[in-house]
């Protein structure tokens, strides 16, 4: 079992920052990547961006060069850092982790971008 806590959503202004953190626990060997997605109100989940145990990443068109996904193996958190953010950026982002048993899900945090 992996268990996965997302922190860091919010309100923020068009062309503003944010981070998120997910901080995961449990079964940490059995992860192969972990993963931001984000679903909008009547929209599909859809991947935002992932990082595999090799450290590669790999980002949507929607996201490549304004967000950034890192991650600190020592405190077990992978981040989204998230700039030049858009209306259209609006979503509850989920986090991820893609391990040899299943998919596992954080609980979700709303972003939201308006003025």
């Known amino acids: 079992q992996v268990q996965l806590v997302e922190s860091g959503g919010g309100l923020v202004q068009p062309g503003g920052s944010l981070i998120l953190s997910c901080t995961a626990s449990g079964l940490l060997f059995s992860i192969k990547s972990m993963n931001w997605y984000r679903q909008a109100p009547e929209r599909e989940r859809d991947l935002v961006a992932g990082?595999?145990?090799?450290?590669?990443?790999n980002y949507a068109d929607s996201a490549r060069g304004r967000f950034t996904i890192t991650r600190d193996n020592a405190k077990n958190t992978v981040y989204l850092q998230m700039n030049s953010l858009k209306p259209e950026d609006t979503a509850v982002y989920y986090c991820n982790a893609d391990a040899w048993d299943r998919n596992y899900w954080g609980q979700g945090t709303q972003v939201t971008v308006s003025l």
């Open positions: 990082i595999s145990r090799a450290g590669i990443t």
